[in-house]
């Protein structure tokens, strides 16, 4: 089980005031010497958080995994073949929205997901696609050609009752399941807190979990390396309970 750092919030917050602090990039080296064994930063078409330089400075600097998340607009798979990130994670992306609310509906877009991911797959860049942990998506998912899928967790964060969160728990392990029964890599991510995540890690088809808001928030109070190690010893300790 590996924990991937989501570095978006450092932007956000620098870009509220201007200038140049904190620095994502500084924040991503830190994640890494914290432990996290991969970095995620998502650049959209708006620009709103992660820019480009932001995106050329991790891409020389990070040294675990540099995971891309990006809308499938041209321009912005244009700056992907180009920057060549170890991964790139298509999510569906509304300008409206606060964050990404949503899986893609990989199903009703088949023609238009299958020639990106063939497109990354001729410069080398595996892809994976964030979808709800729905049957029907993860065998579109497959039929599309990705290399992997990102197991979207926000209903699961944001249930409230006890019999809701573990519906969603089962639909999160089943559509795990279903994914590896493909041949297909399992991330999972979105709400993921210091709270909520040890039973998602403990799954133990899920190979990586994707975590931002909560560890920079946490940051703002323990420090960035701090929250990073915290995070990785509730992702590391899950499986070792769960054996």
């Given at each position: 089980?590996?924990?991937?750092?989501?570095?978006?919030?450092?932007?956000?917050?620098?870009?509220?005031?201007?200038?140049?602090?904190?620095?994502p990039v500084t924040g991503a080296g830190l994640a890494e010497l914290a432990g996290a064994?991969?970095?995620?930063?998502h650049l959209r078409e708006d620009r709103r958080h992660i820019?480009?330089?932001?995106?050329?400075?991790?891409?020389r600097t990070v040294k675990t995994k540099l995971d891309l998340e990006m809308g499938a607009s041209d321009e912005i798979i244009a700056i992907a073949l180009e920057t060549k990130p170890d991964l790139v994670t298509l999510v569906p992306e509304r300008r409206?929205?606060?964050?990404?609310?949503?899986?893609?509906?990989?199903?009703?877009?088949m023609t238009k997901m299958t020639d990106v991911i063939t497109e990354f797959h001729t410069r080398g860049i595996p892809v994976?696609?964030?979808?709800?942990?729905?049957?029907?998506?993860?065998?579109?998912?497959?039929?599309?050609?990705?290399?992997?899928?990102?197991?979207?967790?926000?209903?699961y964060a944001n249930a409230r009752r006890e019999r809701e969160v573990q519906e969603c728990l089962v639909e999160i392990q089943r559509a795990a399941k279903l994914a590896k029964s493909f041949g297909l890599g399992?991330?999972?991510?979105?709400?993921?807190?210091?709270?909520?995540?040890?039973?998602?890690?403990?799954?133990?088809e899920i190979d990586e979990v994707s975590i931002?808001?909560?560890v920079i928030t946490r940051a703002l109070f323990v420090g960035l390396e701090q929250a990073v190690r915290?995070?990785?010893?509730?992702?590391?300790?899950?499986?070792?309970?769960?054996?």
């Open positions: 089980m590996r924990l991937a750092i989501n570095i978006d919030h450092i932007a956000t917050i620098r870009n509220a005031r201007g200038g140049e602090e904190p620095d064994e991969g970095i995620v930063c820019k480009d330089r932001d995106l050329q400075l991790l891409r409206q929205e606060l964050t990404t609310e949503g899986g893609l509906d990989v199903r009703g877009q994976s696609l964030f979808v709800d942990p729905v049957p029907e998506q993860i065998e579109a998912s497959h039929q599309a050609g990705t290399d992997m899928v990102e197991l979207h967790t926000g209903e399992v991330n999972a991510g979105h709400g993921l807190n210091y709270v909520n995540t040890a039973t998602v890690a403990s799954i133990s931002g808001h909560a915290e995070m990785l010893a509730i992702v590391k300790g899950s499986r070792v309970v769960s054996r």
